[in-house]
């Protein structure tokens, strides 16, 4: 690649820039509706479906975050060079269609299938966002930014709940025994919310593409052959195809990879030979080996890259720190609606006022905790160079206490009180932790460092996370259990953020020479 011109940074973000932000957040919101509105739904699916927890737990996790990790890293490598505002335009209408068609699902094995495809198409969106958005942000605004940008997770979560719950209440009372198509409320539901998506990907296509590496003065030129480099991406990271990939780095490389294939496969064998399921092990031990395999061949195409974020100690200590802070959140957010029904044992008919009660306060703290965790960690990191990770240790410690007093609520009140508080108090730790991850990365870099990044709230946090709790709810017959038993994981998230404590200011210092020494022209 021909070495970075140099152009004039940018210290301001102007009018468009925040307009780009604005929209963006929109996508963002659509993806968590389509996301997250399976929660709210869950009890009538598992009805309708046959399933358990733990099923829910796959379907909300597993089946959409393995393949949402998966793919996002050959796709992170695309939008760092090819077209993003396209790239993103292509996800949102892929995820949309399948959201929309996970209404016509009549069995565990479609709804999943549909899943799978949700979290491909989603798996666009935020490499090309976090992209974009460091392109026409400043870096002493990026926290803030990617900060407000985050917050349609807690938006479009909300409001997936309250929406979700409305079309299910007045659809099954309109129709009781089925309505057109034969189609029951949840799968009126998905249809409701994956449409909308096809029309904002016609607005997504209008918008402006930034030049690469615009806010920081590094112009980086267009890739030669995207497409050819996204082919070669999925070549080493979708199994079958990367025992290809590996093949192509020499016999003992292929060797290792076999031979890491066969020790998770025998993992795998272990766990269902226990008795856990099928599914549930197959895909994490299909995420785990891929990314096992992703992570090699780009050591050996793109070393400044692998670097900068494999082989950085900080970049990883970061991405576990929040990875596990997902786990949990991830869990509670799956689980919360299913607790209070059956805890309160709450009739059909009041199920738009659980999605309201729980939706609308979701949506307030979760847009309140981020945007403030954002702006803190940008005004900590003006005074240190680890003030960022302080935002990420206060998320990681202080949700605990409102967490179990959420699910061990005695009164629907206190459980709709503590519900919000814990949202608010966990959800400022994302700006903060997808900025230090910017930072310590080039431009040209930035989609493969967001799709590492989500590794660690896909694989550790949405693919496990939901799941166990689910499985301990199966085993123990008690949600609250499934769910509270996942603070065990909060010793190994402190371990981390020490880790990023000590690592980070030597990383972000020596950013520029750590890429040169590997190789990078610049």
Known sequence: MASAAPVPAETKAGPYAWYVLGLL???????????????????????????????????????????????????GRLADSWHRVRLMTLGLALWSTMTALSGFARSGTALSLARIGVGVGE??????????????????????????????????????LFIGALIVQKWNLAYPGGGPLGLVGWQAAFLAVGIPGLIVAAWIFTLREPVRGHSEGIATPPHPAPFRAFLNELLTIVPPFTLIGAAQGGAAVLVRNVAVLLLIAAIVTGL????????????????????YSWAVALKRRDPPTYALIVGSPAFLCVVVAYGLNAFLAYSVAAFAPSFVRRTFDIPPEHLGQVGFWIGAPAALAGFLGITLGGRVADALRERSPVGRIHVILFGCVAPVLPIVLTFT??????????????????????????????????????????????????????????????RVSTLTGDLATGVLSLLVTLPVALAAILGAYRWLPGAEATREARARAAGEPI
Do not use: H
């Open 272 to 291: 269902v030979w226990l008795g856990e399921p099928i599914p549930q092990w197959v895909a994490v031990g299909i995420g785990v080996y891929a990314v």
């Open 123 to 160: 798996a666009t969106a935020s490499p090309a966002a976090y992209s974009l958005i460091s392109d026409w942000f400043p870096k002493r605004l990026r926290a803030t930014a990617l900060a407000i940008y985050s917050s349609g997770i807690y938006l479009g979560g909300g409001f997936s």
């Open 409 to 470: 609520a005695s009164s629907q009140a206190m459980f709709y009180v503590m519900l919000p508080i814990a949202q608010f108090l966990t959800c400022g730790a994302l700006g903060a932790a997808a900025a230090t991850t910017q930072d310590l990365v080039l431009p040209r870099m930035r989609g493969t460092a967001t799709a590492a990044f989500f590794i660690g709230t896909t694989l550790l946090g949405l693919a496990l996370g939901p799941y166990l709790a689910g």
């Open 25 to 75: 957040l929109l996508v963002y919101i659509l993806n968590f509706v389509d996301r997250q509105i399976l929660s709210i739904l869950a009890d009538d699916i598992k009805r309708d479906l046959g399933l358990k927890d733990q099923d829910i737990g796959f379907l909300y996790g597993t089946a959409f975050g393995v393949f949402y990790a998966l793919f996002g890293i050959p796709l």
